[in-house]
């Protein structure tokens, strides 16, 4: 009996540790992508004397990712959103099935601007983008309509509780 306890507490502690790593991860990654879009006029210039072909096309360069860096924000947000009913632990509610819903919409918008900003320039890795973005899409989209049913399931077996 003692080793079912000490391992469930082992198992608490391990999803605290993850949960909480998480969180730290998704708080770095927002804050520092509004660093890094409030800063692109400057970085672009910057990694231009690297990349001339960046600076041949400055200006659309800034304005595809400064829109593609506030719709990574606002995807971001959103799973922010969704980690804080991860953390109360009440994570089968309508607010994440919208949220994910949301997220499957930037991640499609962020697909298409990244096609867009092929015209300008394409490589390999954009191709790579375009992909995880639109495959990252679909995954939420499927898993909107999961959590939805989830969310009816709980809402049933609450009432009849």
């Given amino acids: 009996m003692k080793e079912k306890t000490d391992y469930a507490a082992s198992l608490k502690a391990k999803k605290k540790i993850l949960t909480m790593g998480t969180k730290y991860l998704l708080d770095f990654m927002f804050y520092a992508g ?20 960046m600076v041949e096309h400055y ?10 860096g506030i719709a990574a924000l606002v995807l971001v947000r959103e799973l922010r959103r969704i980690f804080g009913t991860v953390l109360a632990e009440d994570c089968f509610v ?55 049913e989830a969310v009816r399931y709980k809402e049933e077996n609450d009432l009849t509780i």
């Fill in 59 to 68: 200006e659309e360069t800034v304005v595809i990712y400064f829109v593609l």
């Fill in 94 to 148: 309508q607010e994440n099935v919208i949220s994910l819903q949301k997220m499957g919409n930037w991640s499609f918008f962020i697909a298409v601007m990244s096609v867009v900003r092929s015209i300008v320039y394409m490589t390999v890795a954009m191709a790579v983008v375009i992909l995880v973005f639109v495959i990252a899409g679909l995954f939420s989209k499927v898993l909107a309509y999961v959590f939805e």
């Fill in 34 to 53: 509004i660093v890094v879009t409030i800063t692109l006029p400057y970085s672009i210039r910057k990694v231009g004397e690297l990349l001339p072909y």
